[in-house]
């Protein structure tokens, strides 16, 4: 085995499903989100913002600022993942397909 780590796979994660996301920033640089579009395509409104904190996705992998949200009667976990290529949004899937 020589050690090295394909990157493609390492990044591949059947958990980690990124978002696009409707989001307003505030005047103090705080980002809201308002909605984000599943990967099937379906759009889902966020009532209500429960939490923001610095975590770690211990499901996905990756870390960044955890939004608790609430959508609809359900909570779930939104984070924003900074990196070199910018900040992308991710969900966890609840389970495989």
Do not use: C, H
Not at 5 to 14: A, H, I, K, L, P
């Amino acid at each position: 085995m020589s050690g090295i780590v394909d990157y493609e796979e390492y990044m591949s994660n059947d958990y980690k499903v990124y978002v696009d996301v409707n989001e307003d920033r505030l005047k103090d640089g705080r980002l809201v989100p308002l909605s984000f579009v599943w990967e099937d395509g379906e759009r889902y409104e966020i009532d209500k913002i429960l939490d923001v904190r610095r975590a770690a996705s211990l499901k996905a992998g990756g870390a960044g600022l955890r939004y608790t949200v609430r959508v609809g009667r359900r909570e779930t976990f939104m984070f924003l993942e900074e990196g070199s290529d910018g900040a992308k949004w991710f969900m966890e899937r609840r389970r495989l397909q």
